[in-house]
Structures are given as C-alpha cells and as structure tokens.
C-alpha cells in the first residue's frame, strides 16, 4: 500500500497542475488528478516524492539505459560544467567533447557513417536526416527528390516535421502537418495482418505497397524512406522477416536514401549499439538517435551520415553552405555526458546482458498470453508490449472509454511497478541493467494486475 501524498506532494502536484503543461496531456485526468511526482531514483527504481518505490518498466521514456543513480555521469556533468559549459559549434568553433564524441560515433556506427549532426531531442534529430536529405539531394543536382515516405503508426517526434512524419491517426486532433511531401504506408503490425495471411504472404504485401508508393510518386522525386527499425511507440512491430532488408534493397536500387530511426533502438535496447545493421543486416544511410546515447541524463541527439553523403554536401562550391544547426549543436556537457555513458555501456557489457537476458524477457512475458484481456505479447531485448483486446478470437479492442492500459498501468502502480499506457497497449522498455530478478518481478505484477483489472471489469 503506497504512503499518501505529504502537504509538500499536494504543492508541488497543485503547482505542476496550474502552470506546467505536460507532452500528451489528456486534460480531464490531469484536472482531477494531477501528476505522480517522481522526486528520486537508484538503479532500476524511481521513488515519488513521498518515497514510494517503483521498478521502472518504461527506463524513463526508453532512455535511461544504464540505470539511475550513476555518479561518474552527474561527476563528468559537473566537471564540464564547470570547465566549460557552452560553446558554439556554429561555423568554425568547436569544443573537446563534441569532437571526441563525433569520432566515437563514427567508431561505432557500421559502415561508412562517419559523420554527424548534433541536435537536443529525437525529434530535432528527424527534422535534421529530413533537411539533410534534402540539402543532399539538392546539392547532387536533385532537388525534385522532396518526397518521404514514412509509416502509419510511426513515431518519429514532436516538432511540426517530426509530427508530419509520424504516422498517428491525425483526424481532428486541432494541429496542422506537412502533408505535400510526406507519406504513410502500412506498418508491420503482424498481430493484425489480414485474416488467413501468413506472416510470409504479409511481407510480400508491405514490400509492395512500399514498391507501388515509389512507382506511384516516381523514384527521381523521392528523398528517402524513413522507419524505426522496430516500429516503438505505435507498438512495439518487430517486423517480418526479410521486410527492412527488401524495403532497404529497392531503396538502394532506385536511388533513395534509407533513414533508419534509432532513437530508441540504439545504444543497447536490442543488444547493440546500433541495431539496423548488427540486428537486422541493413546498412542505413543516415541513422538518428538520442534518448540512450546519454541514458536521458541529458538531452543530446545525433544524425549520422555516410561519407557518401558528405563528399556530396561538402563538395567544392564557394556559395555552398548547409543552413542548419542548433545553438546546443554539439554541447560540451552533453557530449561529455554522452561519452561517459557508452563508457560504461562498454565496460559494464550491457549490451550483452541485453543478449543474455532478452530471450529470458520473452520467455517470462509470454507467459501472460494465456491471461485475460492479452491479445498480443511481443518484442525482443528490452523493448515489448503487451496488446489488449475484448475478444481473442477477433482481436476486436474494448471501447475507448475503458481505458484499458491506463486501468492497467495504474494498478501496476499501485503494486510499485510502472509500465507505459499507450492506446490498449502496455510498453516495456527498462533500463538494461534491469536484473532477472527485477524481470520476474515485473512480469508477476504485470500479471496480478491484468488480474485484478480482468475481475474489475467481469463484475
Ligand atoms: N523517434 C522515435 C522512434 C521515438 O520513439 C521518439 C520519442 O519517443 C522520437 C523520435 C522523438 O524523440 P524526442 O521526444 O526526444 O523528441
């Protein structure tokens, strides 16, 4: 039983409440109940500001990589901090961190993507693969090469662009998008192919759909395709096999660029660095990341690019100058912060642990299929989802109203396990130091809780 809020919570909750508005907010719940406020944290757990404890199943929003707690990362922070806590990497002034983290990067990303642009979000880090795409092209004599195509039910960020270029259902939600140049095609949601499709027939059918979208927009128009390796947010789409590799094949033979949105799966969630090419044998053009490139401890983004591109974009032309940067491009605490992170990725081996403990993860979240309410359970290292549904059988979804993973997120709350509500999904996505004592643990909440909320609604 978690101990009640103090006056100190209640101020603190009332304060947030009036003035600080939150990424998604859904107002009527936020009016009647205010926020958690998470005041603490140690390893795989966070503590709210009453000093309740709770296993992290969502490591923060997918970042907090290494675990909390770490004192090497707040020491490097108030080191640089204190040495030098800005510059600016505009034109010609560069800093120390920023240069050795460009290298390091260039280090670890496959083949040859040895460059970088430096942004503060994942979404910043979309919006600069999609200029860059287009500063490319244009600078190689293509500039009609505009178009992108993306993926329904992709999340690639929160900036008007990044937004665009997600796949959500947009339908009166009261923004406006980028809709000349942006396009969705299906997602690999292999739970909801088509009835009596095999998952093989699905895969011929999506790459289609991709090959009939180049053929319909023409290849001399198109930029480049763009997709999350594993498709996150939107679910947790580990897609078919074959699927990245065909899309990524007919990119390269028809002149298109191939971003791969890593800003989740990088850094070790899958048990690489890099997943597109060390997980799926692809070799992406650009590649974004963010969120584990610092475990979140600060914001730092980076868009990696290959040679390739860079003789282009860099080729002599004495008006030639590639407009775009940010004033925290290549900031000397973020960057600091980002090479002691994939220190201790390295020296602690994470991504093995990941390798070792992922197919143990799946084992123990398959077990729940059987549960009430599962439809679908699905993922692979330290990212899955849990998918509900009224019925098994026709996988039909229980009304909006009901609010399925909130009811369930919350009761995982209450028993001090946090899990991610989103739509009639739960996502789980921890820090990789998360032990297979603490998996056990989350998996045996989970489990009471989907329970407990099944009975709830029976009655
Ligand atoms: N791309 C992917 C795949 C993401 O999951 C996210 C955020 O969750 C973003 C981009 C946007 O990142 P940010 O919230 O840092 O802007």
């Not at 990362?73 to 920023?98: H, I, W």
């Not at 460059?115 to 994942?122: D, E, K, L, P, R």
């Not at 330290?382 to 009224?390: D, P, R, S, T």
């Amino acid at each position: 039983m978690n101990k009640p809020s103090n006056r100190q919570t209640e101020s603190l909750r009332d304060k947030d409440k009036n003035h600080n508005l939150h990424p998604w907010q859904h107002f009527d719940s936020m009016k009647e109940n205010g926020a958690l406020v998470i005041a603490n944290s140690e390893g795989a757990y966070i503590y709210d500001n009453d000093g309740n404890k709770y296993l992290d199943g969502l490591g923060g929003m997918w970042c907090v990589n290494v675990g909390y707690g770490r004192d090497e990362l707040a020491d490097v922070m108030a080191e640089q901090a204190r040495k030098l806590p800005y510059a600016s990497t505009f034109g010609d002034t560069t800093n120390p961190p920023a240069a050795e983290l460009a290298a390091k990067l260039a280090l670890l990303a496959p083949g040859s993507i040895n460059h970088v642009i430096f942004s503060g979000s994942g979404s910043a880090a979309n919006d600069s693969a999609i200029r860059l795409a287009h500063y490319y092209q244009a600078r190689r004599g293509k500039p009609e090469k505009k178009h992108i195509i993306s993926r329904k039910q992709a999340y690639h960020g929160s900036t008007y662009l990044g937004a665009s270029l997600s796949g959500h259902d947009k339908a009166g939600d009261n923004f406006q998008y980028v809709s000349d140049i942006i396009h969705h095609i299906s997602a690999p949601d292999v739970y909801r192919r088509p009835d009596g499709m095999s998952v093989e027939a699905f895969c011929n059918h999506l790459v289609d759909e991709f090959k009939a979208k180049v053929a319909e927009l023409g290849a001399d128009n198109i930029a480049a395709f763009l997709g999350e390796p594993i498709l996150g947010s939107g679910g947790v789409m580990v897609p078919p096999e074959g699927y990245l590799q065909r899309i990524h094949q007919h990119c390269q033979e028809h002149d298109i660029l191939f971003i791969a949105d890593e800003v989740v799966t990088a850094f070790g969630r899958l048990g690489h660095m890099f997943a597109s090419k060390d997980f799926f044998g692809i070799q992406p053009d650009i590649i974004l990341s963010a969120k584990g490139i610092t475990s979140g401890y600060i914001p730092l983004a980076a868009t990696l690019f290959t040679d390739e591109i860079f003789d282009v974009i860099s080729a002599p032309d004495s008006d030639a100058c590639f407009a775009h940067g940010f004033t925290y491009s290549g900031h000397p605490v973020a960057c600091a912060v980002a090479l002691k992170n994939i220190e201790i990725l390295e020296r602690e081996n994470l991504c093995g642990h990941v390798k070792e403990m992922g197919p143990y993860f799946v084992e123990r979240l398959q077990g729940l299929k059987d549960l009430p309410l599962v439809g679908d359970v699905r993922g692979t290292g330290y990212m899955h989802c849990i998918e509900y549904v009224a019925d098994k059988e026709t996988k039909e979804l229980l009304p909006d109203e009901i609010g399925i993973s909130k009811l369930i997120s919350d009761a995982c709350e209450k028993r001090g396990v946090m899990v991610r509500p989103v739509w009639h999904l739960n996502i789980l996505s921890p820090p990789l130091v998360m032990s297979r004592e603490q998996i056990d643990h989350l998996v045996e909440v989970l489990k009471e809780s989907v329970l407990a909320v099944a009975a709830d609604l029976k009655k």
